[in-house]
């Protein structure tokens, strides 16, 4: 649009041109010692030429004073050029304009919480914050983490940032964002935080606001409403025996009835419902979860999505075949390792064991004959695991990583190297009435030792497999509880810690993660081996340093994680009570503007710059450089 004459005129009227070093202007002096070179410089020598003397008749008629010369010479005019950008840029010159108090920088914060997803309050949210504008922009996004989306960006980058932003499914700590935008602003300016304030993590929003405030910055709260009614599943977890257990909770007024079905590895395994009464919670079971993904999920048609699916994954690296290798009895330790979730035990009699192919660990309790014995060293050998329970009339064998020496009677234990089979177990508190005095071989660990030095608990490496001994006997006899029996060697079978001891055992010898590893909440970070590339939910992201901010499934390299939010403040749309003292349609963003000098001298500088290039590209065209 074409700006009239007057109104150019009436801008340079109303705000003249000023210098903030006057002294400065002593710098066109530097144009004299350039008209003096140009006077002084030689001049060229004449010859007539009788055939062209016309020429230089007409030459002497249209003959101008000496100040015409320099106008003749472009390189003259490009160094005066010159001369007068950097002289008057010594002098800084300056303009008073009018400006944005804070330098016109406003910071906006929006709740990118899992709360905000309902009823499209997050899009509210942005389409709001758009008229909050100015002329810098910082855009900030309060997640359980704040994340910087953009500094200081002019207000149509911001403008188009905001459309693409989404709300994820996470927490929202609303004042570490605040102290962020804070620090964002140390000369002042305004800050305009954008959530529906139902729930936060951290400090109160309220004291962070203060803070600010305190630093000159204006901050305004503006609350984005929406629906409230919700039910949503907000917690799960797995059970000792395998089962997985999740809290549905109702945050409704009413009472509802609700459908809820479980799908593994797309096949649905389970449907049932749930009555729920009044602002109620109620536990759900799933038994004997399978290997795979699953997902479990409730039909109700209420403000919040994101809570209504929870996301399982047991992988299936994760489950064990184990061969038991015992006499005739039911023994403490098999039925200890039956109770370990994703595991399968397979009890056969020592009399004639089967082919061990296929085993992730064979666990011996009796007495084998010299040719199964010769089996189990060659399972070992080709990277099997073996555990060797001490039992009476056990036998010296290659493979065992101790010596047995002869049956001694009571002994205190001590652990001597901790590890994970004996983590969170009192060990000390067993009981030892019989026991082998063993002796460690070389190349062997012992992990618990009896107080007269016989190793009671050991491993070493056999060939390419691994082997533990257990010098805590299984009881024999009718009455394994009885104290009298003198075919109860210790007590630890009869001890809480008992089953976990086998379970550590089994994780131990098999290398298996624990089942948490593959399933974590929102709003966590997982450190990464190296740079990698991960599929989200949504998207796809190239990190070393993973943030779960979405609800489904992550693939990463060779594994795989199922996330949740599980997050029982979110998904209360209600809230908890925070007072607002600004909020909605009343807020007025009146923008504050003050005078300021706007300083020249940089373009100047800039525009001295390409001249001096511009006269060196004119030297070298004319063939003088």
Known sequence: MAVALPEILNFFYLNPLQFANQM???ALLSIIPLIIIYLLRPRPLKIKIPSLMFLMDM?????????????????????????????????????????????????????????MQADGKFEKAAAEADKFLSSRNTVILAQSVPVMVMTEAPRGSARDALGKLKAKATGADLSSAILLGRRMLPEGGRMVVFSDFSSWSGENPNVARSLAQANGINVEFITITGRTDN???????????????????NFNTDRKNVGISVTTNNRNVLSSTLDLNTGSSEYFVISDLQPGNTEIRIDTDDALAVDNTAYVLIPDSITRDVLYITGNEITPSLIALDLNPFTTTTRVDAAGIPSLSGYAAVIVSSSLSPGDTDKLSEYVRGGGNAVIIAHPGLERMDLLPVVPGSVSNRTSL?????????????????????????????GAVAFVEGGDSSVM?????????LVIYSGLADPAGDNIYDPLNEDIWNDFHILPEYPLFWKQVLEWISGSLDISEYNAKTGTFIRLPAVQTVKTPDDTVTTDLLYLDEVGSYSLPGKEIAVNLFDERESNLEGQEMEVSNGGEEVQYNI?????????????IIAGMFFIFFELYYLRWRGEL
């Open 24 to 26: 400065g202007l002593y």
């Open 59 to 115: 030459e002497k008629k249209k003959r101008l004073n000496v100040f015409r010369k320099f106008l003749k010479d472009p390189l003259f005019l490009i160094q005066l050029l010159v001369l007068l950008l950097l002289s008057f840029a010594v002098a800084e010159p300056f303009m008073m304009t009018d400006e944005e108090v804070g330098g016109g920088h406003t910071v906006i914060i929006l709740d990118a919480s899992a709360s």
């Open 231 to 249: 039910i949503g599943i907000v917690d799960g977890w797995f059970e000792p025996g395998g089962d997985y257990k999740i809290i549905v909770r």
């Open 414 to 442: 001590n652990v001597v190297t901790p590890g994970r089979m004996t983590e969170g177990i009192d060990i000390g508190k067993v009981v030892v009435n019989k026991h082998f005095m063993s002796s460690l071989k070389s």
């Open 457 to 465: 608990l050991a491993y070493w490496r056999y060939g390419s497999g």
């Open 592 to 604: 504050e503007i003050r005078r300021a000098p706007k300083y020249l001298d940089i373009y100047l």
